[in-house]
Protein backbone atom coordinates (compact mmCIF):
# COMPACT_ATOMS: atom_id res chain seq x y z
CA UNK A 1 0.00 0.00 0.00
CA UNK A 2 1.18 3.45 -0.82
CA UNK A 3 0.24 6.69 0.26
CA UNK A 4 1.34 9.35 -1.96
CA UNK A 5 0.52 12.20 0.31
CA UNK A 6 -1.53 13.87 -2.58
CA UNK A 7 2.17 14.93 -3.34
CA UNK A 8 4.33 15.22 -6.32
CA UNK A 9 4.94 10.99 -6.71
CA UNK A 10 1.16 10.62 -6.85
CA UNK A 11 1.84 9.40 -10.42
CA UNK A 12 5.20 8.01 -10.68
CA UNK A 13 5.38 6.20 -6.90
CA UNK A 14 2.61 3.49 -7.53
CA UNK A 15 3.72 2.97 -11.49
CA UNK A 16 7.02 2.13 -10.42
CA UNK A 17 6.05 -0.11 -7.80
CA UNK A 18 3.77 -1.60 -10.33
CA UNK A 19 5.94 -2.35 -13.22
CA UNK A 20 8.66 -4.10 -11.00
CA UNK A 21 5.94 -6.85 -10.34
CA UNK A 22 4.13 -5.64 -7.26
CA UNK A 23 -0.07 -5.45 -6.24
CA UNK A 24 -0.32 -1.78 -5.58
CA UNK A 25 -2.90 -0.29 -3.50
CA UNK A 26 -2.38 3.37 -3.82
CA UNK A 27 -4.13 6.03 -1.77
CA UNK A 28 -4.29 9.97 -1.30
CA UNK A 29 -3.34 10.20 -5.15
CA UNK A 30 -5.27 12.83 -6.26
CA UNK A 31 -3.42 16.46 -5.40
CA UNK A 32 -5.68 19.69 -6.26
CA UNK A 33 -3.05 22.37 -5.01
CA UNK A 34 -4.47 22.63 -1.68
CA UNK A 35 -4.45 19.06 -0.04
CA UNK A 36 -1.15 17.93 0.14
CA UNK A 37 -0.18 16.29 3.55
CA UNK A 38 -3.37 16.52 3.87
CA UNK A 39 -3.77 14.26 6.69
CA UNK A 40 -2.35 11.85 4.96
CA UNK A 41 1.21 10.67 3.86
CA UNK A 42 4.77 10.42 5.67
CA UNK A 43 3.02 12.94 8.66
CA UNK A 44 -0.11 10.96 9.33
CA UNK A 45 0.14 7.43 8.79
CA UNK A 46 -3.10 6.61 10.56
CA UNK A 47 -4.90 5.80 7.41
CA UNK A 48 -1.78 3.79 6.17
CA UNK A 49 -1.55 1.60 9.09
CA UNK A 50 -5.50 0.43 8.44
CA UNK A 51 -5.50 -0.13 5.01
CA UNK A 52 -2.32 -2.40 5.50
CA UNK A 53 -4.21 -4.33 7.95
CA UNK A 54 -7.30 -4.43 6.10
CA UNK A 55 -5.74 -5.41 2.34
CA UNK A 56 -3.37 -7.94 4.17
CA UNK A 57 -0.11 -6.32 2.61
CA UNK A 58 3.20 -7.03 3.07
CA UNK A 59 4.42 -3.50 3.15
CA UNK A 60 2.90 0.30 3.43
CA UNK A 61 4.80 3.29 2.12
CA UNK A 62 4.00 6.93 3.01
CA UNK A 63 5.95 9.39 1.26
CA UNK A 64 5.63 13.32 1.91
CA UNK A 65 4.40 15.71 -0.14
CA UNK A 66 7.88 16.43 -1.85
CA UNK A 67 8.52 13.01 -1.70
CA UNK A 68 11.82 13.24 -0.14
CA UNK A 69 10.70 11.59 3.06
CA UNK A 70 9.84 7.91 3.57
CA UNK A 71 8.06 6.09 6.30
CA UNK A 72 7.20 2.63 6.58
CA UNK A 73 4.35 0.09 7.84
CA UNK A 74 5.00 -3.45 8.83
CA UNK A 75 3.08 -6.18 7.81
CA UNK A 76 1.55 -5.99 11.26
CA UNK A 77 0.73 -2.17 11.08
CA UNK A 78 3.22 -0.90 12.87
CA UNK A 79 4.69 2.29 12.17
CA UNK A 80 8.87 2.35 11.16
CA UNK A 81 10.44 5.87 11.32
CA UNK A 82 13.77 6.55 9.79
CA UNK A 83 16.08 5.12 12.19
CA UNK A 84 14.68 1.87 11.95
CA UNK A 85 14.83 2.04 8.42
CA UNK A 86 18.53 3.47 8.06
CA UNK A 87 19.14 0.19 10.88
CA UNK A 88 18.03 -2.34 8.82
CA UNK A 89 20.02 -1.19 5.74
CA UNK A 90 23.52 -0.36 7.48
CA UNK A 91 23.27 -3.99 8.57
CA UNK A 92 22.12 -5.83 5.84
CA UNK A 93 24.53 -3.39 3.94
CA UNK A 94 27.23 -4.68 6.20
CA UNK A 95 26.35 -8.22 6.13
CA UNK A 96 26.93 -8.04 2.38
CA UNK A 97 30.75 -6.00 2.93
CA UNK A 98 29.13 -2.71 0.93
CA UNK A 99 28.14 -0.49 3.72
CA UNK A 100 31.57 2.38 3.23
CA UNK A 101 33.92 3.03 5.58
CA UNK A 102 31.70 0.53 7.95
CA UNK A 103 29.59 3.93 9.07
CA UNK A 104 26.30 5.49 8.65
CA UNK A 105 25.56 9.27 9.30
CA UNK A 106 22.67 10.48 11.42
CA UNK A 107 20.95 13.26 13.23
CA UNK A 108 20.88 14.23 16.82
CA UNK A 109 17.25 13.48 16.98
CA UNK A 110 17.99 10.12 16.06
CA UNK A 111 16.95 7.41 19.12
CA UNK A 112 19.42 5.80 21.64
CA UNK A 113 18.42 2.70 20.37
CA UNK A 114 20.03 3.29 16.81
CA UNK A 115 23.21 3.62 18.51
CA UNK A 116 22.74 0.30 20.48
CA UNK A 117 21.73 -1.45 17.34
CA UNK A 118 24.79 -0.31 15.29
CA UNK A 119 27.66 -1.15 18.02
CA UNK A 120 25.81 -4.52 18.20
CA UNK A 121 27.09 -4.74 14.49
CA UNK A 122 30.43 -3.06 14.95
CA UNK A 123 28.83 0.06 12.72
CA UNK A 124 30.30 3.42 13.16
CA UNK A 125 27.85 6.34 13.64
CA UNK A 126 28.53 10.26 12.87
CA UNK A 127 25.87 12.35 14.52
CA UNK A 128 25.20 15.90 12.98
CA UNK A 129 23.12 18.79 13.79
CA UNK A 130 18.96 18.25 12.50
CA UNK A 131 18.97 18.82 8.83
CA UNK A 132 19.22 16.31 5.77
CA UNK A 133 21.77 19.33 4.48
CA UNK A 134 23.98 18.58 7.44
CA UNK A 135 23.95 14.95 7.18
CA UNK A 136 25.04 14.87 3.34
CA UNK A 137 27.61 17.32 4.37
CA UNK A 138 29.26 14.40 7.02
CA UNK A 139 28.97 11.85 4.80
CA UNK A 140 30.43 13.30 1.71
CA UNK A 141 33.35 14.12 4.83
CA UNK A 142 33.33 10.29 5.81
CA UNK A 143 32.86 9.11 2.40
CA UNK A 144 29.96 7.45 3.80
CA UNK A 145 26.85 6.15 1.41
CA UNK A 146 24.45 5.80 4.34
CA UNK A 147 22.65 8.13 6.08
CA UNK A 148 19.71 9.87 7.51
CA UNK A 149 16.81 11.54 9.53
CA UNK A 150 14.61 9.91 11.87
CA UNK A 151 11.65 12.04 10.30
CA UNK A 152 12.48 9.83 7.06
CA UNK A 153 14.59 11.88 4.96
CA UNK A 154 16.89 8.75 3.88
CA UNK A 155 20.43 9.07 1.48
CA UNK A 156 21.37 6.44 -0.21
CA UNK A 157 24.07 8.57 -2.15
CA UNK A 158 25.02 5.20 -4.19
CA UNK A 159 21.51 5.28 -5.75
CA UNK A 160 21.05 9.27 -5.71
CA UNK A 161 22.35 12.57 -4.64
CA UNK A 162 19.29 13.31 -2.56
CA UNK A 163 17.03 12.44 -0.02
CA UNK A 164 14.28 10.14 -2.57
CA UNK A 165 11.55 8.23 -0.54
CA UNK A 166 10.41 5.98 -3.89
CA UNK A 167 14.51 5.03 -4.00
CA UNK A 168 14.44 4.21 -0.64
CA UNK A 169 11.34 2.03 0.17
CA UNK A 170 12.98 0.11 -3.23
CA UNK A 171 16.43 -0.47 -0.76
CA UNK A 172 13.73 -1.84 1.70
CA UNK A 173 12.16 -4.51 -0.77
CA UNK A 174 15.14 -4.96 -2.26
CA UNK A 175 15.98 -6.29 1.46
CA UNK A 176 12.46 -8.33 1.62
CA UNK A 177 13.08 -10.39 -1.21
CA UNK A 178 16.91 -11.13 -1.21
CA UNK A 179 16.35 -11.95 2.54
CA UNK A 180 12.72 -13.64 2.58
CA UNK A 181 12.14 -11.68 5.85
CA UNK A 182 9.04 -9.51 6.86
CA UNK A 183 9.40 -6.15 7.28
CA UNK A 184 8.93 -6.34 11.17
CA UNK A 185 12.00 -9.05 11.43
CA UNK A 186 13.93 -6.95 9.91
CA UNK A 187 13.10 -3.61 11.81
CA UNK A 188 13.71 -6.01 14.92
CA UNK A 189 17.33 -5.31 14.61
CA UNK A 190 16.49 -1.94 16.91
CA UNK A 191 14.64 -1.65 19.99
CA UNK A 192 13.85 2.02 20.30
CA UNK A 193 14.36 3.66 23.76
CA UNK A 194 11.30 5.34 25.01
CA UNK A 195 11.72 8.86 23.85
CA UNK A 196 9.70 12.40 24.86
CA UNK A 197 9.82 15.70 23.59
CA UNK A 198 8.52 18.80 25.11
CA UNK A 199 8.25 22.20 22.82
CA UNK A 200 8.44 25.40 24.98
CA UNK A 201 8.30 28.75 23.30
CA UNK A 202 10.66 31.42 23.79
CA UNK A 203 11.12 35.25 22.79
CA UNK A 204 14.49 34.68 22.96
CA UNK A 205 17.19 31.93 22.28
CA UNK A 206 19.28 32.21 25.78
CA UNK A 207 22.31 29.25 25.48
CA UNK A 208 21.90 26.87 27.77
CA UNK A 209 25.22 27.98 29.51
CA UNK A 210 23.26 31.02 30.68
CA UNK A 211 20.40 29.01 32.20
CA UNK A 212 22.21 28.21 35.41
CA UNK A 213 19.04 26.45 36.94
CA UNK A 214 17.90 24.72 33.92
CA UNK A 215 21.04 23.47 33.06
CA UNK A 216 21.84 22.22 36.72
CA UNK A 217 18.56 20.72 36.69
CA UNK A 218 19.07 18.79 33.27
CA UNK A 219 22.78 17.68 34.48
CA UNK A 220 21.34 16.51 37.48
CA UNK A 221 18.39 14.09 35.64
CA UNK A 222 21.48 13.11 32.92
CA UNK A 223 23.60 11.48 36.38
CA UNK A 224 20.34 9.93 37.12
CA UNK A 225 20.12 8.23 33.37
CA UNK A 226 23.59 7.71 33.27
CA UNK A 227 24.25 5.81 30.37
CA UNK A 228 20.63 4.36 29.56
CA UNK A 229 19.50 7.46 28.38
CA UNK A 230 20.26 10.84 27.11
CA UNK A 231 18.91 14.45 27.43
CA UNK A 232 18.95 17.09 24.03
CA UNK A 233 18.35 20.62 24.46
CA UNK A 234 18.24 22.82 21.56
CA UNK A 235 15.87 25.63 19.75
CA UNK A 236 14.49 25.16 16.83
CA UNK A 237 15.96 26.40 13.48
CA UNK A 238 12.50 27.78 12.08
CA UNK A 239 10.46 28.96 15.03
CA UNK A 240 10.75 30.81 18.48
CA UNK A 241 10.80 27.19 20.25
CA UNK A 242 13.35 25.19 23.09
CA UNK A 243 12.80 21.39 22.12
CA UNK A 244 13.84 19.32 25.16
CA UNK A 245 14.04 15.44 23.82
CA UNK A 246 14.66 12.89 26.69
CA UNK A 247 15.16 8.98 26.25
CA UNK A 248 15.57 6.00 28.86
CA UNK A 249 14.22 2.69 30.06
CA UNK A 250 10.79 4.02 31.40
CA UNK A 251 8.43 6.47 29.72
CA UNK A 252 6.88 7.75 33.02
CA UNK A 253 9.82 9.09 34.36
CA UNK A 254 10.99 10.88 31.11
CA UNK A 255 7.59 12.62 31.01
CA UNK A 256 8.18 13.73 34.44
CA UNK A 257 11.68 14.99 33.79
CA UNK A 258 10.61 16.58 30.52
CA UNK A 259 7.73 18.77 32.53
CA UNK A 260 10.23 19.28 35.12
CA UNK A 261 13.14 20.59 33.03
CA UNK A 262 10.16 22.67 30.58
CA UNK A 263 8.21 24.33 33.54
CA UNK A 264 12.13 25.22 35.42
CA UNK A 265 12.92 26.87 31.85
CA UNK A 266 9.97 29.05 31.93
CA UNK A 267 10.72 30.62 35.19
CA UNK A 268 13.72 31.03 34.47
CA UNK A 269 13.41 32.95 30.99
CA UNK A 270 10.03 34.79 32.56
Not at 113 to 137: L, Q
Not at 195 to 221: A, E
Amino acid sequence: VIDCAHGAAYRVAPKVFSELGADVVSLNDDPNGFNVNLESGALHPEGLQRAVKEYGAHIGIALDGDADRLILVDENGSVLDGDQIIAMCAIDLKSKNQLSQNGVCVTVMSNKGFDVAMERHGIKVIRTPVGDRNVMEAMRCANYTLGGEQSGHLIFLDSNSTGDGTIAALKVLEIMCSTQRSLSQLASVMERFPQVTKNVRVKTKIPLDQLISTKSLIQGFERELGNSGRILFRYSGTEPLARITLEGPEYTRLDKMAEDIMNQLLQEIA
